[in-house]
């Protein structure tokens, strides 16, 4: 049996611990824990949507720039930046915060309803099926309410204090 230098250990380690530091921080394909009261495969459905719809890149703050890697205990807690535009500027509601407040039933009925300012794609919301939005709903329940309100809307008149992006006008 050959001796491995302490040099190519620690080397492998650094890679191979790095890259599981990695998968943690982005939970991918962590399976998520039972737990009393929750349909786990509903649950892991919800998950999956909020994640690949896009709903995490406003209402998770900080999770573009971090290319998708912010741990789950941390998503859907809203975001202090804003969008800015012709409309005003809109914020990334805590969508944890919203749910706790909230029956499936209602949830389903919002999301079915909702319009809202750019950037939010409320269409696509409103195109989603009952069974899709529920899952979505359950996720958001299994996660809990965390975090804070995110900061009210500032109509186009004024001007955010905080961080925020300036969409410009449409052409005419």
Known sequence: MQTIGKNVVYAAFLVFGFCALNVVLADEGIPLESRPGFDMKVVERG??????????????????LAEGRTPEHLWLMGDTFGWRGPWGTTYGTNLRLLVDQ???????????????RPPMPWFNLNAMSEEDLGAMYQFLRY????????????????????????FPAPPK
């Open 102 to 116: 909230m029956t499936e039933d209602q949830w389903v009925v919002m999301a079915k309803t909702l319009r809202r």
């Open 143 to 166: 996660l809990g309410p965390a975090g804070e309100r995110a900061p009210d809307y500032v109509p186009p008149d004024q001007e955010p204090t905080g961080p925020h992006a300036t």
């Open 47 to 64: 998950r999956y949507l909020l994640k690949t719809s896009g709903c995490n890149d406003c209402h998770t703050a900080g999770y573009l």
